[in-house]
């Protein structure tokens, strides 16, 4: 079936370190992908999509390319802050008419950013 | 003004209880939907309603029932409460009539059943 792997967390980094993510997707169609954040507490936001292959999202200073060739959709920011410690969720989903836009996650990597 | 809200944010409860919770989304969407995320902080889909309609039914047990009144609003009653049922339940919504299938989620319900 569908679904999405993301490398294993906690990710522990010093402010102003290069970030990645890995992320890689098993798909039987076409998906859309997505990042989205979790604060500490907090509900899940949509952080960068991308609908095609070789589409680039980014926001925030955080970027992730679709790669069909590799099936993957890495997450990577240049310098992250204190403030991006959170947990980080891959996703795909299908749609059109005949699909259901369900969202299939990874199973999130814990970002932890020290002074 | 906040897109979408769940009510309560926490939740606890005894075994054998039957609770709901409720969403409200502002945004015009069509869709909704109820996820679960387990200690693990996993994410799976539960259940989505489009116009009212349910078009995802998980396998998920029975004691779940969502209802979805109007396309604002969509609730989960949850019967016979059991220890495994202890999550965090987020609501989200999507506009699959308008193409733009990015869902927008609620702050969650964090459910303890002792």
């Known amino acids: 079936g569908d679904s999405v792997t993301q490398m294993e967390g906690p990710v522990t980094l010093s402010e102003e370190a290069f970030l990645t993510i890995n992320c890689t997707y098993t798909?039987?169609?076409?998906?859309?992908l997505f990042w989205y954040v979790q604060y500490p507490g907090e509900g899940l936001q949509l952080l960068l999509k991308a609908t095609k292959a070789d589409d680039k999202g980014s926001n925030k200073g955080f970027e992730a390319t679709y790669r069909k060739e590799t099936t993957s959709f890495h997450l990577e920011k240049g310098s992250v802050q204190v403030s991006d410690s959170a947990v980080y969720f891959c996703?795909?989903?299908?749609?059109?008419?005949?699909?259901?836009?369900?969202?299939?996650f990874g199973q999130g990597t814990t970002l932890q950013v020290k002074p | 003004d906040t897109a979408v809200s769940q009510t309560p944010k926490y939740l606890v409860t005894q075994m054998g209880n039957d609770k709901s919770i409720k969403c409200e989304q502002n945004l015009g969407h069509d869709t909704m939907y109820w996820y679960k995320q387990d200690s693990k902080k996993f994410l799976k889909i539960m259940f989505s309603y489009n116009n009212k309609e349910l078009i995802i039914n998980e396998t998920v047990p029975n004691r779940f029932s969502p209802k979805s009144p109007d396309k604002a609003h969509l609730n989960l009653h949850i019967n016979s409460l059991e220890l495994g049922d202890s999550a965090v339940y987020f609501c989200?919504?999507?506009?699959?009539?308008?193409?733009?299938?990015?869902?927008?989620f609620g702050p969650g319900t964090r459910l303890t059943v002792t």
């Open positions: 798909a039987t169609g076409y998906p859309s």
């Open positions: 989200a919504s999507s506009s699959r009539l308008a193409g733009r299938y990015e869902q927008y």
């Open positions: 996703a795909l989903s299908f749609h059109g008419s005949s699909n259901t836009g369900k969202l299939i």
